[in-house]
């Protein structure tokens, strides 16, 4: 069993990725190109970087056709789960994967934002991708967050403002926090990802 | 919110050093062994400033990044040096989670704030502010607490953020390294006058300066550097501290 991490060109943190992906125990291979997609069983797709510079690094790398149509289990993380939705609206309006249909808008709270720092979630729907992790403390780095109401696995408070912390559909995950920087509880997920 | 507990290590490659008034001084340990400390006692994240580099015009010595970033599950910022996109691009490739940017947004061209936020996104860049003290104001210097720039400190906090910048790291140029407590109005008048994180640093002493900062100013975290490096205090122990004090902190 081999784990895909897209690799984006210019933004992306695929090595922090990476190296707590083999920490849980898988099998990393980096994912350049569609021929590489093709290889993998599972993929990650990290989140550093805005939307539309992301959605414009896979167009070019070619990984975005493929990307659309993934069906292995895949998991998006922090801007990897954002771009999963149909819009997002970050420097201007543009397309995502559209494999979950939900909106990336600014958080809105009377907080600071970016949102930093570690924050729990509370699971709503069970799913073995949070399997002992309810109640656990994550790192949260994000200005933007996924609008969705159908496809919620986790919610986070924010200063009274709950927002998505976790989605999935089908075989598409997506975290809002960034497990490689959560310690032990973050490896937790990235293992659970790998056993599912 | 939890307020962050950060460590902050001043490196003078390749060393961590302790600096006073940022001048490098001693060595205490390599920032890879240090970071894996700390990341081990409960760090919420970990800050590497090249302390030297900007001012030698050295180039970012990115083996030792590599190394430090490797020990870590937690966020990590790197700072000092940063000229370009292409380093800013190549430091989250080894690993940075976050860069921090001062002398040349200051000294040479700070659209860079706004081009790699654009690229990397705003939470991954963070504007590094070493402020000095004057009779009514603060001023931004550079190349860690050497060269007077001019620029008002509550001006430069305000226009960062419209710039794009995510995240204010607030460095004193006076209260760094001395252990005596933290400048409280600078503090206090940078995170009143953004929107954005501010972490505050140079200052703590004792257990009793962070849980002042802290209330008085309310950061979103806050940075200690010789507090760990020499007084054999754990994060644990500034964790614990601070949940009996009934400020909110991560486990």
């Known amino acids: 069993m081999i784990v895909g991490v897209i690799n984006y060109g210019i933004s992306g943190n695929i090595h922090s990725i990476k190296k707590a992906l083999e920490k849980a125990g898988g099998v990393v291979k980096i994912v350049n190109n569609k021929n590489e997609l093709a290889k993998v069983n599972k993929v990650v797709i990290p989140g550093v970087g805005s939307f539309k510079d992301a959605m414009a690094e896979l167009e070019k790398s070619g990984l975005l056709e493929g990307l659309k149509e993934i069906e292995k289990p895949t998991l998006g993380i922090c801007l990897g789960m954002q771009i999963l939705s149909t819009l997002g609206y970050e420097y201007g309006k543009t397309e995502g994967l559209n494999l979950i249909d939900a909106e990336v808008k600014p958080i809105i709270v009377n907080a600071k934002v970016p949102h930093v720092g570690f924050n729990t979630i509370s699971v709503v729907n069970n799913n073995r991708l949070l399997d002992g992790l309810e109640n656990e403390e994550f790192y949260f780095m994000h200005s933007y967050e996924v609008v969705n109401y159908t496809n919620i696995l986790s919610l986070t408070n924010y200063e009274g403002h709950q927002f998505v912390s976790a989605i999935h559909k089908d075989n598409i995950y997506g975290v809002q926090f960034h497990p490689e920087k959560s310690r032990e509880s973050g490896i937790q997920l990235f293992k659970n990802f790998i056993e599912l | ?148 720039s001019g620029k008002d400190v509550i001006e430069w906090a305000k226009e960062v953020e419209q710039r794009g910048a995510g995240e204010i ?70 964790k614990t501290y601070l949940k009996n004090s009934g400020i909110e902190v991560s486990k």
């Not at chain 2, 400048?183 to 954005?196: M, Q």
Request: charged fraction near 25%; aromatic fraction near 10%; charge should be negative.
């Open chain 2, 1 to 148: 919110m939890k307020t962050r507990i950060i460590v902050k290590l001043d490196v003078k490659p390749p060393y961590v050093v302790k600096p006073v008034h940022f001048e490098g001084l001693r060595k205490v340990g390599t920032p890879s062994e240090m970071a894996k400390k700390y990341y081990e006692q409960g760090a919420d994240e970990v800050i590497y400033v090249d302390i030297v580099s900007s001012l030698y015009q050295r180039d970012i010595i990115f083996d030792e990044i590599e190394k430090t970033a490797n020990e870590l599950f937690i966020p990590f910022g790197v700072g000092g040096a940063i000229r370009s996109m292409k380093d800013i691009s190549r430091l989250f490739h080894i690993g940075a989670d976050k860069v921090a940017i001062n002398t040349y947004a200051v000294q040479e061209d700070p659209s860079i704030i706004n081009k790699s936020a654009e690229v990397f996104g705003n939470q991954a860049i963070v504007v590094n502010i070493e402020a000095k003290k004057w009779d009514n104001y603060w001023e931004c210097y550079t190349d860690c607490g050497r060269i007077q």
């Open chain 2, 169 to 238: 790291f607030l460095q004193s140029v006076d209260y760094d390294g001395r252990k005596r407590g933290f400048d409280l109005e600078l503090c206090k008048e940078v995170v009143d006058a953004v929107n954005i994180p501010v972490i505050v640093a140079s200052g703590a002493g004792t257990l009793k300066d962070i849980k002042e900062v802290i209330e008085y100013a309310k950061p979103s975290g806050v940075a200690i550097a010789s507090l760990l490096h020499y007084d054999n205090l754990t994060i644990q122990n500034i």
